[in-house]
């Protein structure tokens, strides 16, 4: 009886250590890849940062897309690395500030090219 003890325990023993070392998940090794990503898609994308915080800044914000397209068919891109608020003012010319909504001239271009509906804000 304790031989049969012995050896079913002996075998949930190596079943577990079979189970943690078949799916490692380790995020250090997760984190690892990600930076790779990164750095891949910088130079793809000719991508360079005037400092080590605007690139560590740029870096979080393209792990957050990352993980949004993970769930989606989508890819990354030459914006990869913008926010939502960057991407809106670069293609749109609007900003909201303090004193309201400003204005670019690309703001109106797209106005007087594509219309805009009334009452329309940023």
Do not use: Q
Not at 114 to 120: N, R
């Amino acid at each position: 009886m304790r031989r049969s003890t012995a050896l079913m325990v002996s075998a949930l023993l190596l079943l577990a250590l079979a189970f943690t070392t078949a799916v490692p998940h380790d995020e250090r090794s997760e984190e690892v890849e990600t930076r790779r990503m990164f750095r891949d898609w910088m130079a793809r994308f000719d991508k360079t940062y005037s400092s080590i915080d605007e690139e560590e800044h740029r870096y979080a914000v393209f792990k957050e897309n990352l993980h949004a397209a993970a769930g989606v068919h989508l890819g990354l891109n030459v914006f990869g690395d913008l926010t939502h608020e960057e991407l809106r003012v670069l293609h749109t010319g609007c900003t909201h500030g303090d004193g309201g909504y400003k204005y670019s001239l690309l703001y109106w271009i797209n106005v007087l090219l594509l219309g805009s509906p009334s009452g329309h804000r940023c």
